[in-house]
Structure formats: C-alpha cells, structure tokens
C-alpha cells in the first residue's frame, strides 16, 4: 500500500480564499482522522470518521471549517473563507479499528 | 479530558547513548501510541502499546497502565534518531488520540 496520501504538499493562498485540502486513507482502515499542527498549540485533532461517518468534529475550530468522507477511499477538509491564523500543517491518518494510527504527509497551509 | 505530559521536554545526546522519554497521563486508558516525527516534518508510528512491553531493534516502550505512565527506551543512539518524540493517548473505545508536546530529540555525532 502507498500509504496515505496527502495533497496538496504545500497551499499557499490569500486571505479569504477557499482552501480544499484532500486525504487518501489506506484502503480496508476504517477511521479517519484529521489533526492540525501548530507552534503554539502542538497536534490538535479537528475531526474523525468512523467507517465514513463523523463521530466527533468537536475539535474543528469555528463554522469556516468543514469536512466531509464521501467513500472510503477519500477525505476532504475544507476552509472558508480562510484566514491567516488558519496557517498549519493538516495531517491525516488512518487506522484500523482505533490501533495503529498511519500518518500521511501533511499539508503545509500558509494564508497571507 | 485526559491529560498528557512528556518529559523531558527537550534531550541532548552524543550518539551512542542511551535515554528514556517518560509520558504520563491522567486517566485510564485503552490507547497508547508513540510517534517519532522526524525532521521533515513526517509522523512515523513506532509502537501501539497500551500496556505491557514490546521491542524493535533499539527501541522499547513500556507502559504500566495501572501507575498511568509509559517508558520509550532509545539505546545506542544515531544521528538519524533526532526529531520529536510524541506519545498519545485514547481512553475510551472508538475514540481519536489526545498528544502530549513532545521531547525534542538531538543527537550530535
């Protein structure tokens, strides 16, 4: 298996702007999960999907923020209108019944 | 919510040597992992360990779930064991992992 698969690698994008990011889960996993990472606040889970499904979106910020998990096989997070304190690297993973957690890439979001 | 706490927060070594990263937490939990994110930036899981002991080449991790605290032993050292160290926790079933700051990693050769 490839992974996850993260894209894009890096976003930069201005103020204001809609910003999609994507996410690949290793196939058979059946959670997904996005966190955002920050200086100052460090991993900060923003939501998670169970077999499609959101179970806790508690950690998403504000209503700017949203995702969605139409298959299994593919995860979007989407940002509008976003703002420059929006800037962090979005990472995904995935796992099979809660246990080993795989992380893709991230994606390096810088709003100016 | 759980809490988690890692110490020390930031470790120098020579390589060749020998540490222990300590994660703590605050309540029961049915989850524990730990996280080594290298300098570029990537997460690579090194164990799911929410109790007991398990090894891999240089790298162990103890957790005693009872006390609420897990141990990652890091023997001999290399240059390419530099990053951060994360450890996380879950403490009810189907739920995400909360993570700790971190120990921050340097190896000099």
């Known amino acids: 298996d490839a992974g996850v698969i993260q894209s894009p690698r890096h976003e930069v994008t201005e103020m204001g702007q809609e910003v999609t990011l994507r996410c690949k889960p290793i196939?058979?996993?059946?959670?997904l999960f996005w966190y955002r990472q920050t200086m100052m606040r460090g991993l900060e889970l923003l939501i998670y999907f169970n077999n499609n499904v959101p179970i806790d979106d508690s950690g998403m910020p504000e209503d700017r923020f949203s995702a969605k998990m139409p298959n299994a096989s593919f995860s979007t997070l989407k940002i509008q209108p976003s703002e420059p304190r929006d800037s962090a690297v979005y990472f995904c993973?995935?796992?099979?019944?809660?246990?080993?957690?795989?992380f893709g890439s991230g994606t390096r979001l810088t709003v100016v | 919510g759980i809490q988690v706490e890692q110490s020390p927060p930031d470790l120098i070594l020579q390589e060749g040597a020998n540490s222990t990263l300590r994660c703590n937490f605050s309540d029961s939990v049915n989850n524990l992992q730990w996280f080594h994110q290298n300098p570029w930036g990537q997460l690579i899981n090194l164990f799911y360990i929410p109790s007991g002991t398990k090894q891999n080449g240089r790298l162990s991790a103890t957790t005693v779930a009872t006390e609420r605290y897990s141990l990652l032993y890091i023997s001999s050292s290399q240059t390419t064991d530099s990053g951060v160290y994360f450890c996380?926790?879950?403490?009810?079933?189907?739920?995400?992992?909360?993570f700790g700051k971190g120990t921050t990693l340097s190896v000099s050769s």
């Open positions: 196939s058979g996993h059946d959670y």
């Open positions: 993973a995935s796992s099979l019944n809660g246990d080993g957690y795989t």
């Open positions: 996380a926790v879950g403490n009810q079933a189907g739920t995400a992992l909360i």
